[in-house]
């Protein structure tokens, strides 16, 4: 085989091919390895090589978009940890407010029971106000029906003794 036939000199250069955005076609790149550019708009100014001698180790296939491809799924998967670490950052917030709500409903449960027992002991501090008001006045009547009645007794003995 002669490495003239593949657009290879002897000194191992190649032929390099450029491309501009929107443009899929061949041209010769002046300085020395088989490249393609052009495959799409954001690769327009990527060389991509495509020389055996030229490439890394082990890069036997040629694939264009493997960089691409490997960034964006790395990207995806930060995004994804970047997901999951606000996913468990909002189930906390949800606990933590779950837990609020829970302790200002009993707060406002047992306001409500001293608020009733309140209620409770004014309604019976004002009934046995009322019966204690109730047992002054039957005294006074008492008191008074008694005055009645010595005055009338001290004013009959003294009817009596005229």
């Known amino acids: 085989m002669n490495t003239q036939e593949y657009g290879q000199s002897q000194e191992g250069k190649g032929i390099g091919v450029r491309g501009s955005e929107g ?8 300085y020395g390895s088989a490249a393609l550019s052009g495959v799409s708009g954001g690769i ?32 995806t998967r930060k995004q ?7 996913i468990v950052w ?3 917030e949800v606990k933590e407010y779950e837990e609020k709500l829970k302790n200002l409903v009993k707060l406002k449960e047992l306001q409500e029971e001293q608020y009733q027992e309140m209620r409770r ?42």
């Open 23 to 30: 443009q899929q076609d061949v041209r010769p790149y002046t």
């Open 44 to 75: 327009g100014s990527e060389l991509l090589t495509v020389d055996r001698e030229d490439s890394a180790p082990g890069a036997g296939n040629f694939h264009p978009f493997g960089g691409v491809l490997d960034q964006l799924i790395d990207d």
């Open 80 to 86: 994804l940890v970047k997901s999951n670490e606000c």
């Open 90 to 92: 909002y189930r906390e």
């Open 121 to 162: 002991q004014q309604e019976m501090l004002l009934q046995q106000q009322q019966v204690m008001q109730q047992q002054l006045m039957q005294q006074q009547q008492l008191i008074q029906q008694q005055q009645k009645t010595e005055s009338s007794t001290t004013n009959g003995g003294e009817n009596l003794a005229e």
